[in-house]
């Protein structure tokens, strides 16, 4: 039994371990590039948001196989000793760059780039796949949230519903990068120290003999921080019962936060609530919503006017629902000094290290991507930095504040229509005349190498 | 830092928590019922399929804070100390009832009842949510891949965009379970004993100074075990050099096991290729398929009698892409022996400890369910088994094959309307006499409350 997956060397596709032994019988181990990028976007995204790149960094730096797993590779009949001995002493020890967390980025833009010896750059293919697509997978999901919902708090609801642990937590981190301000899931305030929040359940309702009553005791635990849930039984009654309340804690100096309301009409509830509180003098009690939440739910609320001050996102913004995976690839691009180039239908790809250079308007909005070789000069912003060079850190990586910062900065460079839900042309980078020579080059050798094959 | 999102208490919704103190506080902890189920199933499935038990009754065994966790709770500045204190010996000491995984169920049906002091049956829900949502979510998309493909071996290939270490873990097991053949996730075999296969990747064709290269290198290395990536470049002259290759290697006697497709159209380059090794007199050679494949698709290659043998079925299947979350609800049914039930819009609850009857018509097959109070008697077999009793397993749980086994006696018990992929009118348990009377009944005492209030 091997216990944490999210720790095991061995949560790994098989074949790159059969390719790993192939490499060692056949002492391959040349430096090899490989790049991670989307080849395109889901139909409803006008563009991506880079993350998980912190998780990435830590896989790498701290990946090994341990005494059991070696045990397992042993027994399992698959692999030669000399090899699995050689698996003891597994390290990373390349060259990464990358987008920071937190860039917007398009079809076809390398995020991340591997170079290292061979059969480290291609190991790290699953999990770091694993990571960075789920991570990059919900900022995107949550940006959209953001930008649907300007000016509200937005609270992170999903872990329930969230693929299993790790995604319930990186969720949690990848929709805080994204502006969001905070999540239900505990645990990430210790892990990463995002702000949480937490109300009650319908349950907690139901186990008292009246509303009422859980109400007051609900108040008098937490003073001070104190949110009701009103849509149990009947809201209009609920809400009622917490101005009535509300008159009561004052008298003893404590007062009433939020109320949250999770079912029905959202605008029309939450503007029947608002009016009770405000006739009842409670106009500083404010009103959560929560419920099969997403951008297009968001921005219906905005549209209404709806008197709602923080939201609660869960599910659909935590499994992407309307998107839940990204065409997502890890490719070679180089081996031993030479590019490569895959050819299979619909599956090419680019060759040789690339670098993305940006361009801004005067009114710092992206005017234009290139998609060009690392060494082509262009004018612009190069979006891929070095991160770690012989498996160390560079520097430290931006703390969470900081990605924030950068998020808000990039959301604000998106021209107005890949901000917008609606339908928009897609943003494509253009590929450099340098990187579609070197492609015609391959794709020439190719055809010739094919013919004198085939003939 | 607490890692190991797996293993902590904290990954749990924050309000578990709050709830805990004000019960606390209150000193109450009377036996209290939850059941979890679906409210209703999304618009592409006819059945769900009930997996994740076994990692939900390890949860349940092995809960507990540990000084780490009781550490973080006493600076966050949220809980007193003295229930901070109790936190050490939390221990789940409740009954657990359950329908044995692999069961088909239907919307409203509880599969899992909780019954508990209401502090411990209160915060196990987010993550007993987290993990029976995840793995009956892919259990049931990956049961319908398997009616989908009669005597087609599939592989999870999904690993790479499952979303997390978690999913990428659990989807190996909620779709051998289901009927997969095996996985590629190498973690499953050391973890669950589900065989695991591999073949390369297109990297590896690239690395080489030719395919023909590729191939006879990676044959050499598993001699007994051969399985070749064909699509790298030209799926036709690949097809040939395999041939080529297979003759060769028979001299040393080897084999080539089968050769893989992983673009292009599938049915096309299967029949192509076929062609291709049964001329070449390779007809034991078989053919692996990979690529955006779902149930759609693989009823699609069925119809079109594609020669493919075995299929990689990943990131739709994993991500249970056309309906990625399920509406899951973990709701109170009944605290100090009084029957509970929620009335929010939409959200509203069946009350009571509930129990389901199924019967069979002649044929084997489901002619209909009952939703009943445990108490009722019905004809028919009841689904809910006993599980846990004062937090102890009562016997062991049923092996994979075992589960296995199972599933194919359920999946054999569906009509046909709600085994194809086509429309069909949904099957609903018929809700019995008893349990709607206790239905009105606490709307009338809800009704008479609030009349009462609200004058």
């Given at each position: 039994?091997?216990?944490?997956p999210a720790e095991?060397?061995l949560?790994t596709?098989l074949?790159?371990?059969?390719m790993?032994?192939?490499?060692?019988a056949?002492?391959?181990?040349?430096?090899a590039?490989?790049?991670?990028?989307?080849?395109?976007?889901?139909?409803?995204?006008?563009?991506?948001?880079?993350?998980?790149?912190e998780q990435a960094?830590d896989y790498?730096t701290?990946?090994r196989?341990?005494e059991?797993?070696?045990?397992?590779l042993?027994?399992?009949?698959?692999f030669d000793h000399a090899?699995?001995?050689?698996?003891?002493?597994?390290r990373f020890?390349?060259e990464?760059?990358?987008?920071p967390e937190g860039?917007?980025?398009?079809?076809?833009?390398?995020?991340?780039?591997i170079?290292a010896p061979l059969?480290?750059?291609?190991?790290?293919?699953?999990?770091?796949?694993?990571?960075m697509?789920?991570q990059?997978?919900?900022?995107?999901?949550?940006?959209?949230?953001?930008?649907?919902?300007?000016g509200?708090?937005?609270i992170?609801?999903?872990?329930r519903?969230?693929?299993?642990a790790e995604?319930?937590?990186l969720?949690?981190?990848?929709?805080?990068?994204a502006?969001?301000?905070g999540?239900a899931?505990?645990l990430a305030?210790?892990?990463?120290?995002?702000?949480?929040?937490?109300?009650?359940?319908h349950?907690?309702?139901?186990?008292h003999?009246?509303?009422?009553?859980?109400?007051?005791?609900?108040?008098?635990v937490?003073?001070d921080?104190t949110?009701?849930?009103?849509?149990?039984?009947?809201?209009?009654i609920?809400?009622?019962h917490?101005?009535a309340?509300?008159?009561?804690?004052?008298t003893?100096g404590?007062?009433?936060i939020?109320v949250?309301?999770d079912s029905?009409?959202?605008?029309?509830t939450?503007?029947?609530?608002r009016r009770?509180?405000?006739?009842?003098?409670?106009q500083?009690?404010?009103?959560?919503?929560?419920?099969?939440?997403?951008?297009?739910?968001?921005?219906?609320?905005?549209?209404?006017?709806?008197?709602?001050d923080?939201?609660g996102?869960?599910t659909r913004?935590?499994t992407?629902?309307?998107?839940?995976?990204?065409?997502?690839?890890?490719?070679?691009?180089?081996y031993?000094g030479?590019?490569k180039r895959?050819?299979?239908p619909?599956?090419?790809?680019w060759?040789?290290?690339?670098?993305?250079f940006?361009?801004?308007?005067?009114?710092?909005?992206?005017?234009?991507?290139?998609?060009?070789?690392?060494?082509?000069?262009?004018?612009?912003e190069?979006?891929?930095?070095?991160?770690?060079?012989?498996?160390k850190?560079?520097?430290?990586l931006?703390?969470?504040?900081?990605?924030?910062?950068h998020?808000?900065?990039?959301?604000?460079s998106l021209p107005?229509?890949?901000?917008?839900?609606?339908?928009?042309?897609?943003f494509q980078?253009?590929?450099?005349?340098s990187?579609?020579?070197?492609?015609?080059?391959i794709?020439?050798?190719m055809?010739a190498?094919?013919?004198?094959r085939?003939t």
């Amino acid at each position: 039994m091997i216990e944490k997956p999210a720790e095991s060397a061995l949560l790994t596709d098989l074949y790159e371990l059969t390719m790993l032994q192939a490499y060692f019988a056949r002492q391959m181990n040349a430096t090899a590039v490989f790049e991670l990028f989307m080849r395109k976007l889901p139909d409803n995204r006008h563009f991506l948001m880079a993350a998980g790149l912190e998780q990435a960094i830590d896989y790498l730096t701290t990946l090994r196989f341990d005494e059991v797993e070696l045990a397992w590779l042993r027994t399992c009949g698959r692999f030669d000793h000399a090899f699995i001995d050689s698996l003891r002493d597994f390290r990373f020890t390349g060259e990464v760059d990358a987008m920071p967390e937190g860039t917007v980025f398009f079809a076809n833009e390398p995020i991340l780039r591997i170079t290292a010896p061979l059969r480290e750059a291609q190991f790290v293919e699953s999990r770091l796949m694993n990571l960075m697509h789920l991570q990059t997978l919900v900022a995107s999901k949550a940006a959209r949230c953001v930008l649907a919902a300007p000016g509200k708090r937005l609270i992170d609801f999903g872990l329930r519903r969230a693929h299993g642990a790790e995604a319930g937590l990186l969720s949690a981190r990848a929709s805080y990068i994204a502006g969001f301000d905070g999540t239900a899931t505990t645990l990430a305030a210790p892990r990463f120290g995002i702000p949480v929040f937490g109300t009650m359940a319908h349950s907690f309702v139901q186990v008292h003999d009246s509303e009422n009553a859980a109400f007051a005791a609900y108040a008098r635990v937490f003073p001070d921080n104190t949110t009701l849930l009103i849509d149990t039984y009947d809201t209009s009654i609920a809400a009622r019962h917490v101005v009535a309340l509300a008159h009561e804690l004052e008298t003893e100096g404590r007062s009433i936060i939020a109320v949250r309301i999770d079912s029905g009409d959202l605008a029309a509830t939450a503007r029947s609530v608002r009016r009770t509180l405000d006739d009842g003098g409670c106009q500083k009690i404010s009103i959560v919503a929560s419920g099969n939440l997403d951008e297009y739910a968001l921005r219906q609320l905005a549209l209404d006017e709806a008197p709602i001050d923080a939201f609660g996102v869960g599910t659909r913004m935590n499994t992407s629902a309307d998107a839940p995976y990204l065409d997502c690839a890890y490719k070679i691009e180089e081996y031993a000094g030479q590019p490569k180039r895959k050819l299979s239908p619909g599956k090419e790809t680019w060759p040789g290290r690339k670098q993305v250079f940006r361009i801004f308007d005067t009114s710092g909005k992206i005017a234009g991507d290139t998609l060009a070789l690392e060494g082509d000069r262009f004018p612009g912003e190069p979006l891929l930095k070095p991160v770690m060079h012989a498996g160390k850190l560079l520097q430290p990586l931006p703390s969470l504040d900081e990605i924030r910062s950068h998020v808000r900065q990039q959301l604000a460079s998106l021209p107005a229509a890949l901000q917008s839900l609606d339908a928009a042309p897609p943003f494509q980078a253009t590929v450099s005349a340098s990187l579609q020579e070197l492609a015609q080059k391959i794709d020439s050798q190719m055809a010739a190498y094919a013919h004198a094959r085939n003939t």
